[in-house]
């Protein structure tokens, strides 16, 4: 699956420059029937998205890849998260989406922010995922890998490592 083979690469790509360590990649995409939705990079398209969804279910496939870069050990998964978009007017659509200018986001909108008000209902084990990482999976693969959260001294939870973000 694509998400999954995006994740990987992502991780892999900072595992070669930092050497050591553990990595995290995610990517994710939006699917409304069997159609992919990107990013809408503009008002139109997130505008025409939203409009699409009206009433509908869209499903999130957010794919998570923890590399454990001096070993190469690479465990990789792939989270389903979906949401049932309330019917929504035009003047919903174009109210949300001048306010939040959802551009960058999967679907066209921000479940963390006022995205939620478009919503009828959400389905999936682990609401995180909407938001593009799946982090009680990522805390399970985390724990495989031999990182408790929960128990890790301070300076490996709060980044005192090296962070580094590849974007697509």
């Given at each position: 699956m694509l998400v999954s083979r995006l994740s990987e690469e992502k991780a892999r790509a900072v595992g070669a420059r930092?050497?050591?360590?553990?990595?995290?990649?995610?990517?994710?995409?939006?699917?409304?029937?069997?159609?992919?939705?990107?990013k809408p990079g503009?008002?139109?398209?997130?505008?025409?998205?939203?409009?699409?969804?009206?009433?509908?279910?869209?499903?999130?496939?957010t794919g998570v890849a923890v590399l454990d870069a001096a070993s190469g050990r690479i465990q990789i998964d792939v989270v389903p998260f979906a949401v049932k978009f309330r019917l929504l007017t035009a003047s919903d659509v174009e109210a949300y989406v001048s306010r939040e200018r959802a551009y960058d986001c999967a679907g066209g909108f921000r479940a963390?922010?006022?995205?939620?008000?478009?919503?009828?209902?959400?389905?999936?084990?682990?609401?995180?995922?909407?938001?593009?990482?799946?982090m009680i999976r990522l805390c399970e693969m985390l724990r495989s890998a031999g990182l408790d959260v929960i128990h890790a001294p301070e300076d490996t939870r709060a980044g005192a490592s090296t962070r580094e973000s590849s974007r697509r």
């Open positions: 930092i050497g050591t360590g553990l990595v995290i990649g995610s990517d994710q995409i939006a699917l409304l029937d069997d159609t992919v939705l990107g503009n008002h139109a398209n997130n505008v025409a998205q939203l409009a699409m969804a009206s009433g509908r279910w869209l499903e999130f496939r963390e922010r006022l995205g939620c008000a478009l919503f009828e209902c959400l389905r999936g084990d682990d609401p995180t995922a909407l938001q593009g990482l799946p």
